[in-house]
């Protein structure tokens, strides 16, 4: 590698989702918008988690490579690049499931079953037998996903932060069993000598300040220093970063979640959108499609004549305002409906219109894609190779450090 595997993970990010079908608006809302604003800051890794779709659905996979192609091709409508990320399948990098193995090994039990959404997806997917090894373990895999890549950051919502401390959890572990070489004390005190005396006083203080005080300000402070270096071996970069969070060679660098906004798409009827739910519009939903949608929407249940006064709050309708009106309409909107002067079908039309007008986006971003699916098809082949290399290298270390890498 060119630089230190911690200085790289720092800006290097990894999301995925699972391909269950075209996305809807929320998807987009929710999760692509973020994405395609990250792709330009941070080095993204964009993964179709297709091993994680067979967790719940693994007794149906009729469509899961037509969902695979679904999934990228709205990706790509929603403006994410493959020459700013890289977009691949989970199941064309196989060591994802090497790592997932081989941390299965030393991952207590009772580290998965305490995940808030084991049982909860118990109780909520009732109609499934979920009582397998891959439900019970997918968090594993959702570690090894982030850790087979170094990721520093993971854009999550904050319902999913227990599954980051856990893949830290796990990654800390792991170094803990595994990130010892024999001499580590000897070769990191002379790692510490070729920064300087001046350096190396100061990158001692600043790890004493940070063990005994916990001051994250001098572990960061120390890391900058350890990258500043130019005389130094990448090897040496590595020891000089473990000896700062602990006693050995960091392999796995822990994860930090990367907290994105609550998406504020709501569904049809007001609840969140879902396809369970049935209240979603997809992202490339035809115009009469979206039109019969928007115009069955319910309203407020106080407006049953034409000139009954509303409260646009009591509304499903007010809150796609929210996301999609300009000032002036949701004004004109605030007015109309509580003085009865607009009726519910005028308060639809503007959201009709800047749906679709949205929607028209995609629609043009994918019809290049739809015409030729072999370029699809090429952006997740090569994607696929570029997150194999980076799986590679990680693994090459993982194996080395468990001494599984046999001459």
């Not at 822990?254 to 998406?263: C, D, F, H, M, R």
């Not at 309203?299 to 009106?325: L, M, Q």
């Not at 009865?340 to 019809?367: M, S, W, Y």
Request: aromatic share 8%.
């Amino acid at each position: 590698m060119s630089l230190s595997s911690i200085t790289v993970g720092q800006k290097r990010v990894l999301s995925g989702m699972r391909p269950t079908g075209p996305l809807h608006l929320g998807h987009y809302h929710g999760v692509l918008k973020n994405w395609a604003q990250m792709q330009h800051e941070y080095e993204c890794f964009f993964m179709v988690a297709d091993w994680h779709a067979l967790t719940t659905n693994y007794d149906d996979t009729a469509r899961i490579e037509e969902y695979v192609w679904d999934t990228v091709l709205d990706w790509l409508a929603a403006g994410i690049s493959p020459s700013a990320a890289t977009i691949f399948v989970q199941s064309k990098v196989p060591e994802h499931a090497e790592l997932h193995l081989l941390l299965s090994m030393v991952t207590p039990l009772g580290w998965l079953e305490r995940v808030p959404t084991y049982k909860e997806q118990q109780e909520k997917l009732q109609n499934k037998d979920l009582s397998t090894y891959g439900f019970l373990g997918y968090p594993l895999l959702q570690a090894a996903d982030i850790l087979v890549y170094r990721a520093g950051n993971v854009p999550v919502g904050a319902d999913q932060v227990p599954h980051v401390e856990m893949t830290r959890e796990a990654a800390r572990r792991f170094n803990h069993f595994y990130g010892k070489e024999p001499g580590f004390e000897e070769k990191v005190t002379e790692a510490i000598k070729k920064m300087g005396k001046k350096n190396a006083k100061l990158y001692n203080s600043l790890r004493k300040k940070f063990q005994q005080e916990g001051d994250q300000a001098a572990l960061e402070t120390a890391q900058a220093l350890v990258e500043s270096q130019a005389n130094i071996s990448i090897n040496d970069r590595e020891r000089l970063y473990g000896y700062l969070d602990g006693e050995g060679k960091i392999i796995l660098p822990e994860p930090q979640a990367l907290l994105t906004p609550v998406s504020k798409m709501p569904g049809l009827d007001g609840q969140k959108m879902s396809k369970s739910y049935g209240n979603a519009i997809a992202m490339r939903e035809p115009r009469e499609s979206v039109e019969k949608k928007i115009k069955t929407m319910p309203t407020d249940p106080a407006r049953v004549r034409r000139t009954d006064p509303g409260n646009p709050e009591n509304c499903p309708v007010w809150e796609f305002h929210k996301i999609y009106s300009s000032e002036e309409v949701k004004d004109w909107v605030q007015k109309g409906c509580t003085s009865a002067g607009i009726g519910c079908v005028d308060c639809k039309g503007p959201v009709i219109d800047a749906v679709c007008a949205e929607q028209q986006v995609f629609v043009e971003r994918a019809k290049e894609y739809q015409e030729s699916p072999e370029i699809v098809r090429n952006i997740v082949s090569e994607g696929s190779e570029r997150a194999r290399d980076v799986a590679r290298e990680t693994m090459d270390d993982v194996r080395q450090a468990m001494g599984l890498s046999y001459k």
